[in-house]
């Protein structure tokens, strides 16, 4: 039987016999769109997870604007690698961990984010040799073999002693339980890591840069289009809307994600059942640059 909403995926064709507030809270849900440069970074990813032990691993800082695609990326990994809960009395395993680094780091904070992922039974005062020795039992209880960290740059707020401390507990924490570590953050992370020699040497970089117009970004919009719950077809790839919504989102993916849920909603309270570039540019509160100046005025 042919779809009453060809334009869409299945899933979201069949979210349309339900009210507007259903559909609408479909548009708020999260959700992974494939992409190319995305792909690239998810195969890096398992091609390091399936590596061997060692305890000199490459490992890999994802470098990327605010709002454009890292944390989700390193969700959508973790998602791919879940916890397998061991059937029939089997062990647990859990091959990746995702943390994100404390706001005010240092050797401690580190420890505590990773052993509060592990389940560990610690307390926050213990002293940083008994979490060493937590850390080391459970990776190896549970098969861990690749530690995430997003927000990476964090570090960079610490004073040089402290970034030192951080940086050394990494590098510690990856070759003695033999991790594949994987960094993301803005470019300051990559400016942390390239202060320490030997751990420059160990983190290849990749980049998630911002989109330019051109057939990736129209086949993202493409994709888009089949998760927006509206009864025609909006045409975001025409040229006129594509250039625009590219405009305003500044050429990142979550701007553009968040553009497209606001303006959807309001074309589905409207009852207009499709997107015109009036709706996306009321979306707009402001872009990313305008919050950057404002933010400017108040220091």
């Known amino acids: 039987m042919e779809s009453l909403y060809p334009h869409l995926s299945p899933k979201t064709a069949a979210v349309m016999s339900q009210d507007n507030v259903a559909r609408i809270a479909y548009v708020r849900e999260k959700r992974w769109i494939t992409y190319t440069m995305a792909k690239q970074a998810l195969d890096r990813m398992k091609w390091l997870l399936d590596g061997p032990p060692s305890k000199r691993k490459v490992n890999m800082m994802i470098i990327a604007e605010t709002n454009n695609g890292k944390s989700h990326l390193l969700e959508r990994f973790y998602d791919l690698h879940p916890i397998d809960p061991g059937r029939d009395g089997g062990q647990t395993v859990s091959p990746v961990l995702l943390i994100e680094m404390p706001s005010a780091p240092d050797e401690g904070r580190i420890y505590d984010e990773i052993l509060s992922m592990l389940n560990a039974p610690f307390r926050h005062s213990d002293r940083v040799s008994k979490k060493k020795d937590l850390l080391s039992y459970y990776v190896k209880l549970l098969g861990v073999r690749m530690l995430m960290i997003d927000e990476f740059q964090h570090i960079a707020v610490a004073t040089p002693r402290r970034q030192r401390e951080c940086l050394n507990t990494i590098k510690l924490i990856g070759s003695q339980q033999e991790l594949t570590i994987v960094g993301a953050g803005v470019k300051e992370a990559l400016n942390v890591i390239n202060s320490d020699p030997q751990l420059a040497n160990r983190f290849e970089p990749f980049f998630l840069l911002k989109w330019t117009y051109s057939d990736d970004y129209l086949r993202l919009l493409a994709s888009f289009e089949k998760l927006l719950p509206l009864r025609q077809q909006s045409g975001l790839t025409d040229e006129r809307f594509a250039k625009e919504l590219l405009g305003l989102?500044?050429?990142?993916?979550?701007?553009?994600?968040?553009?497209?849920?606001?303006?959807?909603?309001?074309a589905i309270n409207d009852g207009k059942e499709r997107l015109t570039l009036d709706y996306v540019k009321n979306a707009v509160w402001a872009t990313p640059s305008e919050r950057k100046r404002a933010l400017g005025r108040f220091h």
């Open 249 to 266: 989102s500044e050429g990142l993916i979550g701007e553009m994600a968040t553009l497209l849920a606001r303006a959807t909603e309001a």
